[in-house]
């Protein structure tokens, strides 16, 4: 008992980057029971006073041939009242990353907890071919500016993060804003 409240509460002093805010629990699918990870309470959070909604590109190569990410999408805050209501998609998040996959097709890592402020973007996820998926990155807020008064156009990097997929990191990836398409 006395390990586990102390693994507790060193796991709770890390912080979102290092702490699983998921708990396994049983739902019933077409074949029974399976274990998913559901969200603890709290597993998600923005605090952001400025719009930092877009999608985030990196200048390099992001994770293994058979799995890189395109981008790193952010939205308004609409969309985070609406998730963090309980009101969650399973195609769609107010924060996600999306990768490339063989075959032309792209796959969407979703939230099993995110914390967004204005200089800070944090996301865990899943992907059911790589694993765990996490997403740290530091906002250049005069860069976001920049970017979003010349639509995205310019090299300069709004953000810079540390990727990890599965047992893997990408650290020091710059990533250059845009508006979209």
């Not at 402020?117 to 944090?122: A, E, T, V």
């Amino acid at each position: 008992m006395r390990t586990s409240f102390i693994l507790a509460f060193t796991i709770a002093g890390l912080g979102l980057a290092g702490c699983d805010l998921t708990a396994p629990s049983k739902v019933k699918d077409g074949d029974g029971a399976v274990e998913v990870a559901t969200p603890r309470a709290g597993a998600f959070a923005h605090s952001q006073t400025g719009d930092l909604s877009g999608y985030y590109n990196p200048g390099a190569q992001v994770g293994p041939d058979d799995f890189q990410l395109m981008t790193v999408f952010v939205g308004q805050e609409p969309e985070f009242k609406t998730w963090e209501a309980g009101q969650r998609s399973t195609t769609f998040a107010p924060v996600m990353l999306e990768f490339s996959v063989p075959g032309e097709t792209t796959e969407r890592v979703l939230p099993d907890s995110y914390s967004v402020s204005d200089d800070r973007i944090r996301m865990t996820g899943t992907s059911p071919g790589h694993g765990r998926v996490t997403f740290d990155a530091r906002l250049d807020q005069g860069a976001l500016s920049t970017a979003r008064r010349n639509l995205g156009e310019g090299e300069a990097s709004a953000m810079t993060a540390t990727v990890t997929i599965g047992d893997r990191s990408y650290t020091g990836m710059k990533f250059a804003w845009s508006g979209g398409d």
